[in-house]
C-alpha cells in the first residue's frame, strides 16, 4: 500500500499546527511543519525573515521546505504556513503527493485565537490592520486558494481531539466508530 503525506492547510489559528501534532500522534506519523522547520534551520522567526529578505523571501524559503520535506517520507503530517496556498505549484504538489485537509474556521473564531495568543514573530502583520479585520480580509482573499488545494474540508471550530477524528474518518469512513 502506499502510504501518502498528509497536509493541513488554513489561515493562522485554524489549528495546522495543533491538530496536525495530534493527528500524527494517533497515526504514529512523523510531525513536520515548515513554519518550525524555517525557525530550526535558520534560526529566524518569520517577522526576521520578512524584514530581512521581504515577504517574496519568505514564501520561496517556505515552499522550498514544502518540496523537500513532502518527498522525504510518505507516513508523515505537514502542517503547512497559513499562505502556502498563494503559491499554484504549491496547491498542485500538495495535491498531487499527498492528501490535503483544509481546517476551516469563520474569521470571528480565528480572530479569538489569535488575539489570545498572537506569537508576533511567528505571525508578524500581513496588512498592518488590528488582527479581527485582517483575518476577515485574508479569509475573504484566500478561501478560493484554500479549496482549491484541499481534498477535504472540516469544521475547525470543534475541539482539537474533534478535528483528529473527523480527518480519521475522512482517511478511512470504515474504521468509523
Ligand atoms: N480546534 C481548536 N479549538 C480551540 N483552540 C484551538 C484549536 N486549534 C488551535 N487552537 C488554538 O489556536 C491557536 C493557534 O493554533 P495553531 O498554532 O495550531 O494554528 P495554526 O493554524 O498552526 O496557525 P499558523 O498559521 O499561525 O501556524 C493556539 O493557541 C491553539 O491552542
Ligand atoms: O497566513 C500567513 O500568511 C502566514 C501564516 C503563518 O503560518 C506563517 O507561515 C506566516 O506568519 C505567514
Ligand atoms: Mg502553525
Redo the contacts with the bound molecule.
Keep these: 500500500m502506499i502510504i501518502q503525506p498528509i497536509f493541513m492547510v ?1 489561515a ?8 496536525g501534532r495530534a493527528l500524527a500522534q494517533a497515526l504514529g506519523f512523523q510531525f513536520t511543519d515548515t ?1 518550525l522547520i524555517l525557525l530550526q534551520s535558520t534560526g529566524l522567526s518569520v517577522a526576521q525573515i520578512v524584514e530581512q529578505e521581504g515577504w517574496a523571501g519568505f514564501r520561496t524559503r517556505e515552499s522550498d521546505i514544502l518540496h523537500g520535506v513532502a518527498s522525504a517520507d510518505g507516513r508523515q503530517v505537514v ?1 503547512t ?2 499562505g502556502i496556498i498563494l503559491s499554484e505549484a504549491n496547491r498542485r504538489f500538495m495535491r498531487a503527493t499527498g492528501t490535503v485537509f483544509y481546517l476551516h474556521a469563520p474569521a470571528d473564531v480565528l480572530a479569538r ?1 489569535l488575539e ?2 498572537p506569537e508576533e514573530d ?2 508578524p502583520s500581513l496588512t498592518g490592520r488590528p488582527i479581527a479585520e485582517e483575518i476577515a480580509e485574508i479569509l475573504l482573499a484566500r478561501e478560493a486558494l484554500y479549496q482549491d488545494a484541499a481534498h477535504h474540508v472540516l469544521d ?1 471550530g ?3 481531539q474533534d ?1 483528529v477524528s473527523a480527518v480519521l474518518q475522512r482517511l478511512c469512513p470504515c474504521a468509523a466508530g
Design positions: 488554513g493562522r489559528g485554524c489549528g495546522k499546527t495543533t491538530v513554519d502542517a504556513g497559513g485565537r489570545a495568543v511567528q505571525r475547525a470543534q475541539p482539537p478535528v
